[in-house]
């Protein structure tokens, strides 16, 4: 099964793919004749999620310099693949959070979620406020502009042409508590090859 890419932009507007997708590959299977049932992988299903974030992904890059590859993989951890609750419901792909109220141009709303935080080699329970989104090119955007104009991610854009060391800054300016978030960041850029979707930043 392969949604067309305007059907799939709508349901990443809404929030929606991961359910539609699921309800798709139910309704596909049980109304067609098994010899020609065709097996929905979840490689097929990767690759229409990181297909639908690139264009975002690549005019983010342009206006905010950075890397193709680093925001897409950043999706798709922060979001699970768009599984996640704040993706799902609220287009939030990067689990950016409202700070203080704040929630930026791009941001409809906040809404607060149960979530683990981790710090001094231990983790706990908490929960935080989290931006609300429109659409899926919105929460990109929103994502790019988001490490600009917070100082202290400042030295990742020296390597905005280097994607493996600007999430090893993104982790040393503490963007995620995980100790080894630069490590799963690369490991996704290396496993789905993000790199061939990054352009050269001035």
Same mark, same amino acid.
Request: glycine share 6%.
């Given at each position: 099964?392969?949604?067309?890419?305007?059907?799939?932009?709508?349901?990443?507007?809404?929030?929606?793919?991961?359910? &539609?997708?699921?309800?798709? $590959?139910?309704?596909? @299977? *049980? %109304? %067609?004749?098994?010899?020609?049932?065709?097996?929905?992988?979840?490689?097929?299903?990767?690759? /229409?999620?990181?297909? *639908?974030?690139?264009?975002?992904?690549?005019?983010?890059?342009?206006? !905010?310099?950075?890397?193709?590859?680093?925001?897409?993989?950043? @999706? $798709?951890?922060?979001?699970?693949?768009?599984?996640?609750?704040?993706?799902?419901? =609220?287009?939030?792909?990067?689990?950016?959070?409202?700070?203080?109220?704040?929630?930026?141009?791009?941001?409809?709303?906040?809404? %607060? !979620?149960?979530?683990?935080?981790?710090?001094?080699?231990?983790?706990?329970? %908490?929960?935080?406020?989290?931006?609300?989104?429109?659409?899926?090119? =919105?929460?990109?955007?929103?994502?790019?502009?988001?490490?600009?104009? #917070?100082?202290?991610? @400042?030295?990742?854009?020296?390597?905005?042409?280097?994607? #493996?060391?600007? @999430? &090893?800054?993104?982790?040393?300016? /503490?963007? *995620?508590?995980?100790?080894?978030?630069?490590?799963?960041? /690369?490991?996704?850029?290396? /496993?789905?090859?993000?790199?061939?979707?990054? $352009?050269? $930043?001035?």
């Amino acid at each position: 099964m392969k949604l067309p890419r305007p059907v799939l932009a709508a349901l990443l507007a809404a929030g929606m793919f991961s359910v &539609v997708v699921v309800s798709a $590959i139910a309704a596909t @299977a *049980a %109304t %067609t004749p098994s010899s020609t049932k065709r097996v929905v992988t979840p490689a097929m299903v990767h690759a /229409q999620f990181i297909a *639908a974030l690139a264009g975002p992904a690549r005019a983010s890059a342009r206006t !905010y310099r950075v890397p193709v590859s680093v925001t897409l993989a950043q @999706a $798709i951890l922060e979001s699970g693949w768009g599984a996640s609750g704040l993706s799902t419901r =609220d287009r939030n792909y990067f689990g950016i959070k409202c700070l203080s109220g704040v929630r930026g141009p791009y941001a409809s709303g906040c809404r %607060t !979620y149960a979530t683990r935080e981790c710090g001094g080699g231990r983790c706990w329970s %908490t929960s935080a406020s989290f931006r609300v989104y429109r659409t899926l090119a =919105d929460s990109v955007a929103d994502h790019g502009r988001f490490l600009v104009v #917070n100082g202290r991610y @400042a030295t990742a854009f020296a390597y905005r042409n280097n994607p #493996n060391q600007f @999430a &090893v800054r993104l982790q040393l300016s /503490q963007y *995620a508590t995980s100790p080894t978030y630069a490590q799963n960041l /690369q490991q996704l850029m290396r /496993q789905y090859n993000l790199y061939r979707y990054d $352009i050269k $930043i001035p």
